[in-house]
C-alpha cells in the first residue's frame, strides 16, 4: 500500500503549473488568430503559413525535449528544475509576442515568427516536464486522481483569465488602442506564469525515479505501427484538433462581425464556450459511470455534428441569443470526449503491449502530443487559408459573402471533422469490458 500522500498544499501546487500552461495554450486556441488579423495587423494568408510553420517546430520538438528531460539529473529531480529555471523567460516569451512593433510589414512578420516560435519552444521546455511530474511526485493512484482534480479547477481558472479578463484588461490599459492593451494585459498573463511554475516549483517533491525506456527509438516505432488502436485515436485527434481549433478560433470573428457586437461581445461570446467545457468534463464523468465511454465519444461527435449544421440553418445574424445557446450546447456536446481520450490513450498501450509482448509507453504519449500539435498546425494554416479565401478584411465592414464564410467557419466547416471522428470512432473497441480482459492478461488492475 502506498503511503505517498500529497498535502492539500502540494496538490495545488502541482495545479499552479498547468495553471501557467493553460494560460498560453488556451491564448493560442482561441485569441491569438483574432490577435494576429486585427489587432496585429497580419494578412490571414501570413498568419496560416505561421501557424503551420510553428506547430511543426512544435511537434518535433516535443520528442527532444522529452529526451533532454530523461537525461537530467540534479538535486531537485528530473522534471521540477526546468519549471524553476524557465519561468523567468516563459512570462518575458507571452510579453514579447503581444508585442505589437511600429515597423515595415515585412519586419512586423519577421517579428511574429521570431517571438511565436521562441514562445512555443520555451513553452515546451516547461511543459514536457510539467507533464511528467505526476509521474515522480506519488505513486498512489488516487492522490495522482486527487491531484489532477485540482489541476482541472486551476486550468478553468487560466481558461476565464484568457476569455474574459485579458480583452477586458486589453480595452481598459489601451483605452480603447488594443494594440496597447494586448501589450500590458498579456504581460500581467506572462508574470502570472512565471510565479506559478516557481510555486510548482517550490511546493511539489519528486519522490519517485522515473522509468527510461529502454526499447530502441526505430524498435518502439515499429511496434506503435501495429498497435491499430492508437494509430486510431491519433487520427481522431488530428481531426478533432481541426475541428476545436477552427471553431474556437473564428469565435471572435464570428461575434464581432457575424452577430454585429464588436469588440465587447468576443469575451462574452468566449467565455460561453469555455463554461459549457466545464460542465461537459463534470458530465462526461459521471455518465461513463452508467454509458459505454466508446458510445459516448462517438455518439457526441455526430451529435456535434448535427447541432453544428442546425447553428448554420437557424442563427442569423440578429438571432444573438440563439447563437449563444447553440454555442453552449455545441461546446457542451463536442468536449465530452475529453476526460474519455486522454485516459484512452494509456488502454492503447496495454492494448499494444498485449498485442506485440512489449510495452511502448513514452513514444505512444509522445506520438499523440505531436498528432495533438500536428493537427492545430493543420487548423491554423486552414483558418489563415479560409479567412483569406472568404476575402475577410481586419477591423472593416464586412461583405455578406464574407460574413456568411465566418458563419461556415464556425459551423459547418469544423461539423465536418467532427462527423469524420465520430465515424472513425466505430472501429474503435477498447470499451471498459474489453479493456478488463487486457488487464486481466497483463496482470493489471481492472477498471470499475
Known amino acids: 500500500m502506498s503511503t505517498m500522500k500529497l498535502s492539500v498544499i502540494e496538490k495545488l501546487g502541482f495545479g499552479a503549473g498547468d495553471m501557467a500552461v493553460n494560460i498560453v495554450m488556451i491564448t493560442m486556441q482561441l485569441i491569438i488568430a483574432y490577435f494576429y488579423t486585427d489587432i496585429y495587423g497580419l494578412d490571414p494568408a501570413d498568419m496560416g503559413v505561421l501557424f503551420i510553420v510553428v506547430r511543426l517546430i512544435d511537434a518535433f520538438s516535443d520528442p527532444v525535449m522529452g529526451m533532454i528531460t530523461d537525461k537530467c539529473h540534479s538535486k531537485h529531480g528530473h522534471y521540477r528544475p526546468f519549471m524553476l529555471w524557465f519561468a523567468i523567460p516563459f512570462g518575458m516569451a507571452v510579453y514579447l509576442a503581444f508585442i505589437t512593433p511600429d515597423l515595415a510589414y515585412t519586419y512586423k512578420l519577421a517579428w511574429a515568427y521570431f517571438s511565436y516560435i521562441l514562445l512555443t519552444l520555451?513553452?515546451?521546455?516547461?511543459?514536457?516536464?510539467?507533464?511528467?511530474?505526476?509521474?515522480?511526485?506519488?505513486?498512489?493512484?488516487?492522490?495522482?486522481?486527487?491531484?489532477?482534480?485540482?489541476?482541472?479547477?486551476?486550468?478553468?481558472?487560466?481558461?476565464?483569465?484568457?476569455?474574459?479578463?485579458?480583452?477586458?484588461?486589453?480595452l481598459k490599459l489601451g483605452d480603447g488602442n488594443m494594440q496597447d492593451g494586448y501589450q500590458p494585459a498579456m504581460g500581467l498573463m506572462g508574470i502570472l506564469g512565471s510565479i506559478l511554475f516557481v510555486v510548482c516549483f517550490l511546493t511539489t517533491k519528486e519522490r519517485i525515479k522515473p522509468l527510461i525506456e529502454k526499447t530502441k527509438f526505430r524498435v518502439q516505432a515499429r511496434l506503435l505501427t501495429k498497435n491499430d488502436q492508437w494509430i486510431i485515436l491519433c487520427i481522431v485527434l488530428i481531426l478533432l484538433m481541426c475541428g476545436f481549433v477552427i471553431r474556437g478560433s473564428v469565435g471572435a470573428y464570428y461575434a464581432k462581425y457575424y452577430l454585429d457586437g464588436g469588440d465587447t461581445l468576443i469575451s462574452p461570446f468566449l467565455a460561453t464556450g469555455v463554461t459549457a467545457s466545464i460542465l461537459a468534463m463534470i458530465a462526461s464523468t459521471w455518465i461513463t459511470k452508467h454509458y459505454c465511454k466508446v458510445k459516448?465519444?462517438?455518439?457526441?461527435?455526430?451529435?456535434?455534428?448535427?447541432?453544428?449544421?442546425?447553428?448554420?440553418?437557424?442563427?442569423?445574424?440578429?438571432d444573438r441569443v440563439l447563437a449563444f445557446v447553440f454555442t453552449f450546447l455545441i461546446w457542451f456536446v463536442a468536449d465530452q470526449y475529453m476526460p474519455i481520450f486522454w485516459s484512452s490513450i494509456a488502454e492503447t498501450v496495454d492494448y499494444g503491449h498485449r498485442k506485440t509482448g512489449v510495452r511502448v509507453s513514452g513514444l505512444a504519449f509522445g506520438g499523440i502530443s505531436f498528432c495533438q500539435k500536428l493537427g492545430m498546425g493543420i487548423a491554423g494554416g486552414l483558418l489563415g487559408y479560409l479567412l483569406g479565401f472568404f476575402d475577410y478584411q481586419a477591423d472593416a465592414e464586412q461583405s455578406d459573402f464574407t460574413l456568411n464564410g465566418l458563419a461556415l467557419m464556425a459551423t459547418v466547416i469544423p461539423a465536418l471533422f467532427h462527423l469524420a471522428a465520430g465515424l472513425l470512432m466505430n472501429n474503435y473497441v477498447i470499451s471498459n469490458d474489453y479493456y478488463d480482459e487486457i488487464a486481466d492478461d497483463l496482470g493489471l488492475t481492472k477498471s470499475s
Request: net charge negative.
Open 296 to 318: 459516448l465519444f462517438r455518439y457526441s461527435q455526430l451529435l456535434t455534428f448535427v447541432l453544428c449544421i442546425a447553428m448554420y440553418l437557424m442563427v442569423d445574424q440578429e
Open 122 to 170: 520555451i513553452f515546451t521546455i516547461v511543459t514536457i516536464p510539467y507533464i511528467s511530474l505526476i509521474g515522480v511526485i506519488t505513486d498512489d493512484p488516487a492522490e495522482r486522481l486527487s491531484a489532477n482534480g485540482y489541476r482541472f479547477v486551476l486550468v478553468k481558472v487560466a481558461a476565464f483569465l484568457v476569455t474574459i479578463v485579458v480583452p477586458a484588461l486589453a
